[in-house]
C-alpha cells in the first residue's frame, strides 16, 4: 500500500498546519487557502527548523524560524531576510504526494494510483501506543454502521487509525464509544508484553526529562 | 559517559550559579559526564563521576569548571566592573539541543519578526542590512559587527521602535555576547551574555547575564523580557532538525545573512569540535 | 481597575488569568514577580499573601484575595464580566474546571521539569490527561468544551495543551485539540506568550 | 539581473569532495557553473547568476564539506 491516511480530512481545516509521521519520517501538514492539503517534509531547507510549527499564508506555507515561504508545490517564494530578491526555481523543499480521498487525507512517498474514494462521514482518529499490524485498511461493522477503517504506522511502537463511516452512523456515540474501548483494550494488551523500551519511545521527550532530572 | 572531544573538554564551562550551592552535594551533568558540587566550610569543591576534584572558579556570580586544560581564561566582560551597571541574572534554562545551535541562535538576526514578533522585530521590516564577520586571531574569538535591524521594542524601557546596532561576540564554543545600543542611554551599551553547560550533544543548560545602562526599568521588568524573549528562542532550538549543529553545510541554504552562522561553524570546524556537531559520533 | 494580577510571563498558570483578562477586556494591574532567579514567591512578604509560594494571586480593592487560576477565572467571569460572555451555565463548567485544576497540573509539572529540572516525570500522567481532553473533544463534535460557546473551563484547559511541546509532547495525537486550540487563539482580545503563537 | 564571477578557494581541499559540493551548490542555487578546478590546496571556480545568490555560494563554499577545511574565500573577479 503506497498511500498512508494520516488524517480526517475534517481535521485539516483551511489554514492549519500539522506535524505527523510515518515510518518516522516527519511531516508537515497544511490546507492551503483553496482547501487543497499539502505534505512537506517537515523540515525547512534553509536551517532546519521543523515546518509543523509555521504558519499559512494564502497559498504558502512560512516556517516560524526566518519567515521563508514555500508554494504548494515546495518552492520557495519570499526570504523576507532579503525582501527584494527573487528566489531561484531550484530553492526547493521534498513535498509529498497528498490527496483527499474517502473523507481521508492520504500521503504517498512514490507515485501509485490513488486510494479509492467513496461517500464518507468523519467519525475519528485513535492513537495508539503500539505498532500497526497491517498497513491495508479495511472495512468493518461496529455499532452497526459500515466503516472504513485506515492504519497509520507512524514509528516503530505507535500507529494511528483513521475511521470514517461509508453511510451516516446509526448511533454515533455508541460508535466513538465502542473505538475507544477498542483501542484500551488493544492498548492494554501491548502493556503485557515485555516492551518497557515501547512504553519509553511513546513518551517523546521523557529521555531528556530524566536527564534533567539528573541535572537537579 | 565523558566525551572524549579534547576541543570540548578543554573549556572552562558554567555549571551552576554561585547562590545556589549549600552544604549539600549539587549534581548536575557536563559533557556526558555527573558531576558533584557543593559548598563546604572549605569553599567551593567539585568531583566528577570517579571522584577526582574538579577545579573550580567563581565569576559573575556563576562557578565554573571545566574536565580538561584549558589554555584560555572565562571570558573577560570589561562592563562586569563598571560599577552603574545594572546587573541581571536570568536564571538557567533546559534546552533539548545542542548547545552549538543555542549559540548559533543567539548570533541569528533574521528570526527577530518571526520568533520574537513585535518585540525584537516586526513584519514587513523584516531586511538583514550586511554586516561584517570578524575572526580575531590573537584572542581566538568570533566577532560580527555593524549588525542593524529594526526593533519595536528592543528592550523593557523602548516603546517607540529604534533601529537597533549590535555588535555579537563568541568568546568560545559555548559562550556567546551581544553588544547593543542601550535604548534610554543611547552612548552606552548594553552587554548580554549566555552562558551554557553542555551536558549531553543535544541537551544542554544556559543562563542569559545582562549589563544594563537602564536607569528606568525595575530589575523584575529587566529580567522578565530577556526570560520571555529566551523562551521564545528554545522552541526553536528544541525543533531543528537535526537537533545537533551540522557542520557540513549541504543539507541547509545559508544566504548573507547567515553569515555569522556559517562563521561560527566554519570556526568550529577549524577548532576541530564535535560535541554537539551533527557530525559528533558518540565518542 | 478592578483588581491586581502577580504574574510572571513564562508562569502557565498565571497565563491562564491574564488570558481570561484579556478575553474579558478587563482592566488590572499588574505586579511583576521574580520567581526565578529571585525566589519572590517563597519570600516572607509573598507568602503571607499567598500560602502556595507561587503564582498567580489575584487580589481586589474590597480584600478579595484568590490564588487558584481556575477560582479567579470563575470569579471574573460571574462577578467582573457584565456579559457574563465565558460563564457557562452547563454544570459540568465546574467539572472541566477541576480537570483543569487536577488532571492538568501533570502538564504543569511536566513543563517546570523541562524547563528548570525537577525531580519527577509527570509526562506521562500529563499526556494521559491531555488523551483525555482529547476524546472528549472527538466526542463532543462540538468547537468548544461545553458546546457552542467557549466558557471559563476553555481557558483553564488550554495552556496545558498549548504548552505541551515545551516538555517534548508534540501535538500530533491531538487533531481536535489543535482545531479547538486555534479557534482559542482567534478570539478577539487573544493574549499569547511564549510558546503560544498568535498566528496560523 | 545575472552578473559573471570568478572565485578562489584556498586550504585544505579533498578535490573530489570540494567539487561534488560545489557542483551540487551551484545546481541547488540555480547558478551556471562555468568553470571549476578543485586542487588540494586551492580551487578556483567561475559562476554565472544573480549576485545575492553568487554571494550565497561563495559562502556555502567557505564553510565547504566535512572533510575540507576552506581558509579563504575570495572573489577575484
Not at chain 1, 513535498?95 to 480521498?101: A, D, F, G
Not at chain 1, 455499532?143 to 446509526?170: E, F, Y
Not at chain 2, 542593524?148 to 521602535?161: C, E, I, S
Not at chain 4, 542555487?29 to 567561475?46: P, S, Y
Amino acid at each position: 500500500m503506497a498511500w498512508t491516511a494520516v488524517a480526517l480530512a475534517a481535521d485539516l481545516g483551511v489554514g492549519d498546519v500539522a506535524g505527523t509521521r510515518i515510518d518516522g519520517e516527519e511531516i508537515a501538514l497544511w490546507r492551503d487557502a483553496g482547501g487543497t492539503p499539502h505534505a512537506f517534509e517537515d523540515r525547512c531547507p534553509h536551517r532546519g527548523m521543523r515546518l509543523s510549527f509555521g504558519f499559512a499564508r494564502g497559498d504558502r506555507l512560512a516556517c516560524l524560524y526566518h519567515g521563508w515561504q514555500f508554494d504548494g508545490a515546495g518552492r520557495c517564494r519570499a526570504i523576507p531576510a532579503h525582501p527584494d530578491l527573487s528566489p531561484p526555481a531550484t530553492i526547493t523543499l521534498r513535498r509529498h504526494r497528498c490527496v483527499e480521498r474517502a473523507g481521508l487525507l492520504w500521503v504517498a512517498f512514490a507515485e501509485a494510483p490513488p486510494p479509492a474514494d467513496a461517500p464518507a462521514w468523519p467519525v475519528l482518529s485513535l492513537f495508539l501506543d503500539r505498532p500497526a499490524t497491517t498497513r491495508e485498511p479495511w472495512r468493518e461493522r461496529i455499532a452497526g454502521t459500515p466503516l472504513l477503517l485506515a492504519p497509520q504506522p507512524r514509528s516503530p511502537t505507535q500507529s494511528a487509525w483513521h475511521v470514517v463511516a461509508l453511510a451516516p452512523p446509526a448511533d454515533a456515540a455508541a460508535l466513538r464509544a465502542a473505538l475507544h474501548a477498542r483501542r484500551r483494550a488493544l492498548e492494554r494488551f501491548a502493556d503485557e508484553q515485555p516492551a518497557a523500551s515501547e512504553r519509553r519511545h511513546a513518551m517523546a521527550g521523557s529521555s531528556h526529562l530524566r536527564s534533567a532530572r539528573e541535572a537537579g | 559517559m565523558r566525551t572524549r572531544d579534547r576541543v570540548a573538554l578543554d573549556e572552562w564551562y558554567a555549571v551552576a550559579s554561585a547562590d545556589e550551592l549549600g552544604p549539600a552535594p549539587w549534581p548536575t551533568r557536563l559533557l556526558g559526564e555527573d558531576i558533584t558540587l557543593a559548598r563546604t566550610p572549605a569553599g567551593l569543591a567539585a568531583h566528577d563521576a570517579a571522584g577526582a576534584p574538579l577545579p573550580l572558579r567563581e565569576r559573575y556570580g556563576l562557578v565554573f569548571t571545566t574536565l580538561g586544560a584549558p589554555r584560555g581564561e572565562i571570558v573577560e566582560i570589561a562592563e562586569a566592573v563598571e560599577p552603574d551597571r545594572r546587573f541581571v541574572p536570568c536564571g538557567w534554562t533546559l534546552l533539548r539541543a545542542s548547545g552549538l545551535r543555542v549559540v548559533e541562535n543567539f548570533l541569528d538576526m533574521a528570526h527577530f519578526p518571526y520568533v520574537h514578533a513585535d518585540i525584537l522585530g516586526a513584519e514587513p521590516r523584516t531586511e538583514v542590512a550586511p554586516y561584517r564577520v570578524e575572526f580575531r586571531r590573537e584572542a581566538d574569538e568570533l566577532w560580527a559587527r555593524g549588525c542593524r535591524f529594526w526593533q519595536p521594542r528592543a528592550a523593557a524601557t523602548d516603546t517607540t521602535g529604534t533601529m537597533m546596532e549590535i555588535d555579537y561576540r563568541v568568546p568560545s564554543p559555548f559562550v556567546v555576547m551581544l553588544y547593543r545600543v542601550a535604548p534610554s542611554q543611547p552612548h552606552r551599551r548594553d552587554c548580554i551574555a549566555l552562558f551554557i553547560q553542555p551536558m549531553e550533544a543535544t541537551l544542554c543548560r544556559a543562563v542569559p547575564l545582562m549589563w544594563l545602562a537602564d536607569d528606568i526599568s525595575t530589575h523584575t521588568a529587566m529580567l522578565h523580557f530577556e526570560q520571555a524573549i529566551f523562551l521564545q528562542d528554545r522552541v526553536i532550538v528544541e525543533n531543528q532538525r537535526p537537533l545537533a549543529l551540522p557542520l557540513d553545510p549541504r543539507a541547509e541554504i545559508p544566504t548573507r545573512a547567515d553569515s555569522s552562522s556559517v562563521a561560527y561553524r566554519r570556526w568550529l570546524k577549524e577548532k576541530g569540535l564535535r560535541f554537539g556537531t551533527a557530525e559528533w559520533t558518540g565518542a | 481597575m478592578i483588581g491586581t494580577l502577580h504574574d510572571w510571563e513564562l508562569d502557565d498558570e498565571a497565563y491562564k488569568v491574564r488570558l481570561g483578562l484579556a478575553l474579558m477586556g478587563l482592566a488590572h494591574a499588574r505586579v511583576a514577580v521574580d520567581v526565578r532567579p529571585g525566589q519572590e514567591t517563597e519570600a516572607p512578604a509573598f507568602r503571607a499573601r499567598n500560602l502556595l509560594a507561587r503564582l498567580p494571586l489575584w487580589e481586589e480593592p474590597g480584600g478579595v484575595a484568590l490564588r487558584d487560576p481556575q477560582a479567579i477565572l470563575a470569579r471574573l467571569a460571574w462577578h467582573h464580566d457584565p456579559a457574563r460572555r465565558f460563564w457557562s451555565e452547563d454544570p459540568a463548567q465546574a467539572d472541566w474546571l477541576f480537570f483543569a485544576a487536577r488532571e492538568l497540573w501533570a502538564a504543569r509539572e511536566a513543563r517546570q521539569a523541562a524547563l528548570f529540572g525537577g525531580p519527577a516525570d509527570h509526562a506521562p500522567a500529563a499526556r494521559a490527561a491531555l488523551r483525555l481532553l482529547e476524546e472528549h473533544m472527538a466526542d463532543r463534535g462540538r468547537d468548544w468544551l461545553l458546546g457552542a460557546a467557549p466558557c471559563i473551563a476553555d481557558i483553564a484547559c488550554f495552556p496545558a495543551f498549548q504548552l505541551s511541546r515545551d516538555w517534548g509532547l508534540d501535538h500530533e495525537e491531538f487533531p481536535r485539540l489543535r482545531r479547538w486550540a486555534r479557534r482559542l487563539r482567534a478570539l478577539p482580545g487573544f493574549l499569547r506568550m511564549p510558546g503560544v503563537p498568535d498566528h496560523g | 539581473m545575472d552578473e559573471r564571477a570568478a572565485f578562489r578557494f584556498a586550504g585544505r581541499l579533498v578535490p573530489a569532495s570540494f567539487a561534488a559540493f560545489a557542483r551540487h551548490r551551484a545546481a541547488r542555487l540555480g547558478l551556471a557553473l562555468e568553470r571549476l578546478e578543485v586542487e588540494e590546496a586551492e580551487a578556483r571556480a567561475v559562476l554565472r547568476g544573480p549576485a545575492w545568490l553568487l554571494e550565497a555560494f561563495v559562502l556555502a563554499l567557505s564553510l565547504g564539506p566535512l572533510d575540507c577545511l576552506v581558509t579563504s574565500a575570495e572573489r577575484e573577479g
